[in-house]
């Protein structure tokens, strides 16, 4: 597994580094070949933000908790992101056959989904504009996310509100594997 650890608005020290990388990969039992694991550390009104963002086979893993201690964080985003794999492990086993160890058998799932229901379909014509202008037209039609052809990169992109009240983009990119 290759992991980077990232630092911002906070102090680390290498202890806590080395336990962070220590801990996440861990998870790396779970998948075979090629994973990446990114551990982002910050800090916002005086508690530890830590970020892990795991990616393997196609599968993006993320978990995001803030405590007072890196340590705590750390163990609730472990438990969180074995939660995911959990949940999604029907859908790894039809998308990922390769890719996932049979170790996660060992994991019973909480609930499994055979098929998924699909209840409505919108048709969404996308429009050239600049992120501002998409943030604008989400904020009017009162949505949390809106998908736009960025006229600065002529890609597909998704523009959403953060939890923090700030904006987020989603930058697509196409697979040619």
């Known amino acids: 597994m290759t992991t980077n650890v990232y630092v911002r608005k906070t102090d ?3 202890e806590q580094k080395e336990m962070l990388i220590k801990k ?3 998870l790396g039992k779970y998948f075979d070949g090629d994973v990446s694991a990114d551990i982002v550390v910050g800090e916002q009104a ?3 933000i830590v970020e892990v963002t795991i990616r393997s086979g196609g599968m993006i893993y993320r978990a995001e908790e803030r405590n007072e201690e890196v340590y705590t964080a750390t163990d609730e985003i472990i438990d969180s992101i074995e939660r995911q794999i959990r949940k999604n492990k029907t859908r790894l086993a039809k998308r990922l056959r390769d890719g996932v160890k049979k170790e996660i058998e060992l994991f019973a799932p909480d609930e499994e989904e055979s098929e ?3 209840v409505k379909t ?3 014509h ?3 504009m600049s992120a501002e202008e998409a943030i604008l037209q989400m904020n009017l039609l009162g949505h949390e996310f809106f998908i736009f052809l960025n006229s600065e990169t002529n890609t597909t ?3 959403y509100r953060r939890k923090d009240g700030n904006y987020g983009i989603i930058e697509t ?3 040619t594997h």
């Open 122 to 124: 919108k048709t969404h």
């Open 46 to 48: 005086g508690k530890k």
């Open 24 to 26: 996440v990969a861990k």
């Open 116 to 118: 998924f229901k699909i």
């Open 157 to 159: 992109d998704i523009v």
């Open 173 to 175: 990119d196409y697979d």
């Open 12 to 14: 680390l020290t290498n």
């Open 126 to 128: 996308i429009k050239p």
